[in-house]
């Protein structure tokens, strides 16, 4: 496997731990609201290769006790299990960052994860609007990772217009019973569809709206906002 990008410290990535971040380069969604555009699409490297990254991360044992596998969606590259374990076997923590379309190679992944965190950007009915018709995948990712016994967390970035009261709701019925749901603030910059940059973030009385409607679904809500 190798990496787009490679972020060697961070405090809050993988929660309550010290780690790395790897970011994968390609993603099967296109989310108008992404950052990660230059990721995303056509990335043609300069790429860190996964003997490299291996080094540097047991250089730094001393200092991260953990790894974040993020993307773009890094389930997309089929040697992603087989670098997890690897990763488990050096004694890391992993945290595998996805959005939910991959759920076969999620299961795969299950093995080698201490913690998984999956996007729920939005009801089901809107996902086409994110680039993809495909929609069942979500609701079996969902099913995996709360049967999982793994630590997890479902997320979303409140994005007027994707994310609004019904669609919190209808989001809430996709995670009933999930043990946390995460709000984070979105931020209108380097945005994949430039349109996205002009619009103006929920205030944040709407999100702790929202999370007072997840909260009758799930059994805690965090807002990172
Ligand atoms: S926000 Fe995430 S899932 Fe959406 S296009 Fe960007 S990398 Fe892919």
């Known amino acids: 496997m190798r990496f787009a990008g490679f972020q060697k410290t961070s405090l809050i990535d993988y929660p309550d731990r010290?780690?790395?971040?790897?970011?994968?380069?390609?993603?099967?969604?296109?989310?108008?609201?992404?950052?990660?555009?230059?990721?995303?699409?056509?990335?043609?490297?300069?790429?860190?290769?996964?003997?490299?990254?291996?080094?540097?991360?047991?250089?730094?044992?001393?200092?991260?006790?953990?790894?974040v596998v993020s993307g773009g969606e890094p389930t997309m590259d089929p040697g992603l299990p087989a670098f997890l374990e690897k990763l488990r076997e050096l004694g890391f923590n992993?945290?595998?960052?996805?959005?939910?379309?991959?759920?076969?190679?999620?299961?795969?992944?299950?093995?080698?994860?201490?913690?998984?965190?999956?996007?729920?950007?939005?009801?089901?009915?809107?996902?086409?609007?994110?680039?993809?018709?495909?929609?069942?995948?979500?609701?079996?990712?969902?099913?995996?990772?709360?049967e999982s016994g793994l630590d997890y967390e479902f997320r979303c970035t409140a994005v007027p217009g994707i994310v609004e009261l019904e669609s919190v709701r209808k989001m809430g019925e996709m995670v009933r019973g999930a043990e946390i749901f995460v709000f984070q603030q979105y931020k209108p910059e380097k945005t994949l569809d430039p349109t996205y940059n002009d619009i103006i973030p929920h205030t944040e009385e709407q999100i702790r709206e929202f999370a007072a409607i997840m909260e009758n679904y799930v059994e805690k809500v965090l807002l990172r906002v």
Request: proline share 5%.
């Open 94 to 146: 992993v945290k595998l960052d996805t959005n939910g379309l991959k759920p076969d190679a999620l299961r795969e992944c299950l093995p080698y994860l201490s913690y998984v965190a999956m996007d729920v950007k939005t009801s089901i009915e809107n996902y086409p609007s994110l680039g993809t018709g495909d929609t069942s995948q979500i609701s079996e990712s969902i099913k995996i990772i709360m």
């Open 18 to 67: 010290v780690a790395s971040v790897l970011f994968s380069a390609g993603c099967n969604l296109r989310c108008p609201y992404c950052h990660n555009g230059d990721l995303v699409e056509g990335y043609t490297g300069p790429f860190h290769e996964e003997v490299e990254i291996i080094e540097i991360l047991l250089s730094r044992k001393r200092y991260i006790d953990s790894v």
